[in-house]
């Protein structure tokens, strides 16, 4: 009977992942007892200066979230209006994508300048032709003038 090969390299992942977790663990411990203790140890003279600093830790995350969210607002902003201008460059018509001065299309001369109906104003999904409501959000399809 052959006796099978262990695989160190899993057993080693295995027992090294545990360690990382258990760390983890440790570092939420010692975390919990932190803030547990801080209120209690905020006026002894030993901690003051460590207690300012935890503020100061929380306001620079506070500050830090309120860009973060403020950057994923901007972000999704201006991933919509790229969106709708490739949109208002392609041709309904044959789906080429146009330079952004052109007025027709340069395969196959088609006005250019229009939303297609399937495209929602309010959300940029492009959906199913014939829909007369996006299926995304639910708001009215209408055909529109793309604003040069």
């Given at each position: 009977?052959?006796?099978?090969?262990?695989?160190?390299?899993?057993?080693?992942?295995?027992?090294?992942?545990?360690?990382?977790?258990?760390?983890?663990?440790?570092?939420?411990?010692?975390?919990?007892?932190?803030?547990?203790?801080?209120?209690?140890?905020?006026?002894?003279?030993?901690?003051?200066?460590?207690?300012?600093?935890?503020?100061?830790?929380?306001?620079?995350?506070?500050?830090?979230?309120q860009q973060e969210s403020s950057l994923?607002?901007?972000?999704?902003?201006?991933?919509?209006?790229?969106?709708e201008l490739l949109i208002k460059r392609?041709?309904?018509?044959?789906?080429?994508?146009?330079?952004?001065?052109?007025?027709?299309?340069?395969?196959?001369?088609?006005?250019?300048?229009?939303?297609?109906?399937?495209?929602?104003?309010?959300?940029?999904?492009?959906?199913?032709?014939?829909?007369?409501?996006?299926?995304?959000?639910?708001?009215?399809?209408?055909?529109?003038?793309?604003?040069?």
């Amino acid at each position: 009977m052959t006796e099978r090969n262990p695989n160190y390299d899993e057993q080693l992942a295995a027992i090294e992942k545990e360690l990382q977790d258990l760390e983890a663990l440790r570092l939420q411990v010692l975390i919990e007892i932190g803030e547990k203790a801080l209120p209690r140890i905020r006026e002894e003279s030993d901690f003051a200066d460590l207690a300012v600093k935890v503020d100061e830790i929380a306001e620079k995350t506070r500050l830090l979230k309120q860009q973060e969210s403020s950057l994923h607002i901007e972000k999704s902003r201006y991933e919509k209006e790229q969106k709708e201008l490739l949109i208002k460059r392609t041709c309904v018509n044959c789906k080429t994508v146009n330079p952004e001065d052109s007025k027709f299309c340069e395969e196959c001369g088609n006005p250019i300048g229009f939303l297609p109906r399937e495209y929602c104003k309010a959300c940029s999904f492009m959906n199913h032709s014939g829909m007369k409501f996006c299926g995304e959000c639910g708001a009215k399809l209408d055909e529109v003038a793309a604003e040069a």
